[in-house]
């Protein structure tokens, strides 16, 4: 692959063995002519170097790290610097860049069922946002949307990146709206070609949110976050979930060792604010729907309590010509319910889109 340009020089991170390390890219063109990006990693004290993508045999990565594990997961990821605080990123696959933005309260790992299907066609990049997953969560911190946008932003121009397809769910709807409000006014240093939506609140007047939520955005927020129980984040949780898809144990393990690394559960009440920006900008990023230009398709779990059913129909009334997909009995996590038949819908969402 030859090497065009640097990408994250100077950027400090850590890499497959936690040791603090400079991240270094390259990027060009495959023989096939797809998109690729290739990372390496120099550990800062020794000097050393290696490359970002280690060999896999058999499911099992070349460290002993099983795939298909959030312990895998993390390990096949890798961290840079965002404002002095760790962002814990993940990169794979080659052709076009297709960036995932993930949901409140999750991470980068909501993406893991889809992600096998993804990485054959796209070139996809992920990231845990600050305050989520295994990124740094600073407790005194102004978390917003727009700061998340900044972040994406960031990291997206960093790496060099011209265009990009975005596949954003829940909270990462939003992220992906201010986006596109940004671009409308001529603020992004790069093109988004096409945006696909899974379950968003992208209109707060139809968004419906859980009991646990209105609490944590009350002024007794801070003692219902610090105070949360896995059997409340549970019984919770669950009722996103369409009812013949709920999720099983381990996965219930893995969202509750997310939420509360690095004292996760001591910020809920600051992240959950992200409601309140929904109303406060809502001409803003509505309007940045109605404007935008690029393909667009909503693809919708209609058993969703949150914002299934009620937000599909206020889509199609706001958007007479939107691109709705509707899944019956799929509730808030279209991608870990059915992974399947969102990648369908995706693909042939793709497909429209390059015809």
């Known amino acids: 692959m030859p090497a065009i340009s640097t990408l994250y020089a100077g950027i400090v991170g850590k890499d497959h063995f936690g040791r603090h390390a400079q991240w270094y890219g390259r990027w060009g063109y495959g023989s096939d002519g797809r998109f690729v990006l290739q990372f390496q ?25 099983e795939e298909g594990t959030l312990e895998g997961w993390q390990h096949g990821g890798k961290w840079f610097s965002f404002e002095g605080h760790a962002i814990f ?21 909501d993406w ?26 600073p407790a005194d911190y102004d978390y917003s949307i727009e700061d998340q946008a900044d ?6 121009e960093g790496l060099g990146l011209p265009s990009v397809h975005l596949l954003v769910h829940d909270y990462g709807c939003s992220v992906a709206q201010e986006l596109l409000a940004r671009e409308q006014e001529d603020l992004l240093p790069f093109r988004i070609a096409s945006v696909c939506f899974l379950n968003g609140a992208l209109f707060p007047e139809v968004h419906n949110p859980l009991l646990i939520q209105k609490l944590l955005g009350s002024p007794f927020g801070g003692l219902i976050s610090r105070g949360l129980t896995r059997r409340s984040f549970e019984r919770n949780f669950r009722r996103l979930f ?26 809920l009440h600051h992240l959950i604010q992200f409601m309140e920006e929904r109303r406060c900008h809502r001409n803003r990023w509505v309007g940045a729907l109605q404007k935008a230009t690029q393909p667009m ?59």
Not at 91 to 107: N, Y
Request: with cysteine; net charge neutral.
């Open 151 to 156: 972040l994406f932003q960031g990291w997206i």
């Open 297 to 355: 398709r909503l693809i919708s779990g209609t058993a969703d309590p949150v914002s299934g059913a009620g937000m599909a129909r206020r889509y199609r009334e706001l958007m007479p010509d939107g691109d709705v997909v509707t899944l019956r009995n799929i509730g808030h996590y279209p991608h870990l319910e059915c992974p399947w038949e969102v990648f369908s819908a995706y693909r042939e969402f793709r497909k429209r889109c390059e015809g």
């Open 242 to 267: 369409g009812s013949q898809n709920p999720p099983d144990r381990q996965d219930m393990e893995d969202f509750w060792h997310l939420l509360t690394y690095n004292n996760g559960r001591g910020i």
């Open 41 to 65: 990693a120099i550990n800062v004290r020794r000097g050393q170097c290696m490359d970002e993508v280690m060999p896999t045999v058999g499911g099992v990565s070349a460290a002993g790290r």
């Open 89 to 109: 990123s993940r990169m794979a696959g080659s052709g076009e860049p297709l960036v995932l933005i993930h949901g409140f309260p999750t991470a980068s790992w």
């Open 112 to 137: 893991n069922r889809l992600w096998p299907m993804l990485i054959q066609q796209h070139n996809v990049l992920a990231l845990d946002m600050l305050g989520f997953g295994f990124s740094d969560k």
